[in-house]
């Protein structure tokens, strides 16, 4: 049953047959009036009709059951993928500072490009003024030699290990506030989905 | 039917159909039913319009738990830019170019290292990855057209994306997408609290789960193989040194986790609780395994409280 209702909840997230699959599980009160006789939801009917109604009160539930994602339950934020993007790129300005700070201090024993770039961390466009403006900028680690050294079959290989393996100088502080920032979007994202579902299923 | 009995029956069925998840941030890897709707989802994601799929440009530094289509365009001269991406623990992904406009041969570059780096600290470590470490990284420049239009496939839930161009206006957009992986191993939890299932079916591996938050861990279930086995190593009182299979809990303020303190081993079969509280700013429960078993650890985990935290003197503890 859950494989059949899953394979009907794809048909109609696809909307091949959105609008012939989907009115079978209407419920009744939605109904056109050719009843044979007019009913109340749960009133008494003809036997057909209340099989009818049995049949389409499970599929709903089946299908409702079946298509939700697999998604752990979350309390839903109501902020919407926009918001959030709005947030990200306003971020309030002490939380910039400390994000901007922190990343600095691990950059100051490293080998510093003359010409300081400006950062974008969290804008698109030219930061503002009272902003922080960090220079962002890799550390290239030197791996100890046997670690780099290793036996290669192709001059595509030599080329690739003679690179220096790139890394960044991140504090898990930061490292904590990006994950949880990447997360909300996430959280946002799937309750647009979800609710995007939900009105395929209202139609 | 009665109205009564039918609307109770109703009600009874819509709450069975709500999500069976209980918590916020408790992670439930109960693969079978991941399984069947991953399957669902990842036919979906074949066929849904390209409208419906996840768009958005990419930061210079940045942290993606989507998948999706991401652009980077450079207003300016952008040296350094890093991106990290994080999966559910039992998926993987794979990175798709979609446009690539660098000048590789001015030193423009976009790398893909299968994992994550931060100062200088590889996850998974070394001895834990499959790769040796020149194939885990994948520079876009020096791949061939095969290799550009194939994508590149992530060992575990993590991996990093690492560009650096000159010019402004040049840019990339890259697809980014998770597969279900059934036998996760080497992950990096998305959230401080969580349930973890960790199996490894008989492979000579070990796989390291990471929690870069001071946690309190609750260790229910340790199993190696069948308990009937005559072979399964015992409870060793001189530690687990000689053992081929074990569990080893690790501490420490970095990624790797062959530069980590062991804080404790475990290496015989057990069920039950063990609880742990340890104020380290990563944690790690790292399931060595020899082979010849199938060894599964289940454990929970949530973030410390701050009167936990107030009372570490600076340093990682343990209780």
């Not at chain 1, 109904?31 to 044979?36: D, G, L, Q």
């Not at chain 1, 003809?46 to 049995?54: F, I």
Request: proline share 5%; hydrophobic share 35%; charged share 20%.
């Amino acid at each position: 049953m859950q494989l059949l209702a899953s394979g009907l909840c794809h048909h109609n997230a696809l909307g091949i047959h959105n609008g012939v699959e989907f009115h079978r599980y209407t419920p009744s009160i939605l109904r056109s009036s050719s009843a044979k006789q007019p009913c109340d939801t749960f009133s008494k009917c003809e036997k057909g009709l209340d099989l009818k109604m049995n049949l389409m009160m499970v599929c709903a539930v089946a299908l409702l059951g079946a298509c939700q994602p697999a998604y752990e339950c979350r309390a839903v934020e109501s902020r919407t993928g926009s918001r959030l993007s709005d947030r990200l790129q306003h971020l309030p300005l002490p939380i910039l500072l400390r994000l901007g700070e922190q990343y600095s201090i691990q950059l100051d024993n490293s080998k510093q490009d003359p010409s300081p770039v400006r950062s974008d961390l969290w804008s698109h466009g030219p930061s503002p003024a009272s902003t922080v403006n960090r220079a962002l900028q890799l550390t290239q680690r030197k791996i100890a030699s046997s670690e780099g050294q290793q036996e290669e079959d192709s001059a595509e290989k030599e080329k690739r290990s003679d690179d220096p393996p790139i890394s960044l100088d991140l504090t898990f502080h930061l490292l904590r506030e990006v994950l949880e920032m990447a997360r909300a979007e996430q959280l946002a994202q799937q309750a647009n989905d979800n609710r995007k579902m939900m009105d395929i299923f209202g139609k | 039917m009665e109205r009564a009995f039918r609307e109770r029956l109703l009600f009874a069925l819509l709450c069975l159909s709500v999500p069976r998840r209980d918590c916020r941030y408790i992670e439930d890897n109960e693969v079978t039913q991941d399984e069947l709707f991953s399957v669902l989802n990842s036919d979906l994601k074949r066929e849904l319009p390209d409208a419906s799929m996840y768009r958005r440009p990419l930061r210079c530094l940045d942290m993606v738990a989507l998948e999706g289509q991401f652009t980077f365009t450079a207003a300016r001269p952008q040296r350094g830019c890093a991106s990290f991406f994080i999966a559910e623990p039992n998926k993987v992904f794979s990175l798709f170019y979609d446009h690539v406009n660098i000048n590789c041969r001015g030193g423009d570059f976009i790398k893909v290292f299968d994992g994550w780096v931060m100062k200088g600290q590889r996850f998974p470590s070394l001895q834990d990855h499959p790769l040796p470490l020149h194939q885990r990284y994948v520079d876009y420049c020096n791949s061939d057209e095969l290799s550009r239009r194939t994508g590149v496939r992530s060992s575990q839930n993590v991996f990093m994306l690492f560009f650096h161009i000159r010019n402004a206006g040049d840019g990339f957009t890259i697809t980014v997408r998770q597969h279900l992986n059934p036998f996760p191993c080497n992950i990096i939890s998305q959230t401080p609290e969580g349930r973890f299932t960790m199996v490894v079916p008989q492979q000579h591996r070990n796989c390291s789960f990471s929690i870069i938050y001071p946690v309190q861990l609750q260790i229910s279930a340790f199993s190696l193989g069948r308990s009937s086995d005559p072979a399964l190593p015992k409870m060793s009182v001189t530690g687990c040194s000689d053992a081929g299979d074990f569990v080893e809990l690790l501490g420490g303020s970095g990624l790797d986790t062959s530069h980590m303190s062991p804080i404790a081993e475990l290496c015989s079969s057990f069920t039950g609780p063990t609880q742990m509280k340890i104020g380290c700013d990563n944690t790690v429960l790292r399931l060595v395994s020899s082979g010849r078993f199938v060894n599964s650890l289940t454990f929970s985990y949530n973030l410390l409280d701050q009167h936990d935290l107030n009372s570490v003197d600076g340093f990682c503890f343990t209780e």
